[in-house]
């Protein structure tokens, strides 16, 4: 079993900026394509960025270009560089491989208030 831990949200301005992080238990991260989910109390759980192994990016429209995903497998960790937040941005974020989807970790919240 993989055990994902998210970290790193909080409390942002709209236009601020927050690092979101994804430790996973298990080298088996290393070849899995991985994403960043969203969720909200009244939206499906929303996949708005992802990861190959090698590095290809993906981006939801609503974040392209303001949100950037990386990845660093020596440490089994994915980053989400959120820029230029918005309010709609806000929401209980999860990361996930895209593919063999393991247990859910508790998700890091990210409220946008000014």
């Known amino acids: 079993q993989v055990y994902l831990a998210e970290s790193g949200g909080g409390l942002v301005q709209p236009g601020g900026s927050l690092r979101l992080s994804c430790t996973a238990s298990?080298?088996?991260?290393?070849?899995?394509?991985m994403g960043w989910y969203r969720q909200t109390t009244d939206e499906a759980r929303l996949l708005v960025a992802s990861i190959t192994s090698d590095g290809y990016t993906h981006y939801e429209d609503s974040v392209k270009g303001r949100f950037t995903i990386s990845r660093d497998n020596a440490e089994t960790t994915m980053y989400l560089q959120m820029d230029n937040v918005k309010y709609e941005d806000a929401a209980v974020y999860y990361c996930?491989?895209?593919?063999?989807?393991?247990?859910w970790g508790q998700g890091t919240q990210v409220t946008v208030s000014s």
């Open positions: 996930n491989s895209k593919v063999n989807f393991w247990a």
């Open positions: 298990s080298a088996a991260f290393i070849t899995e394509t």
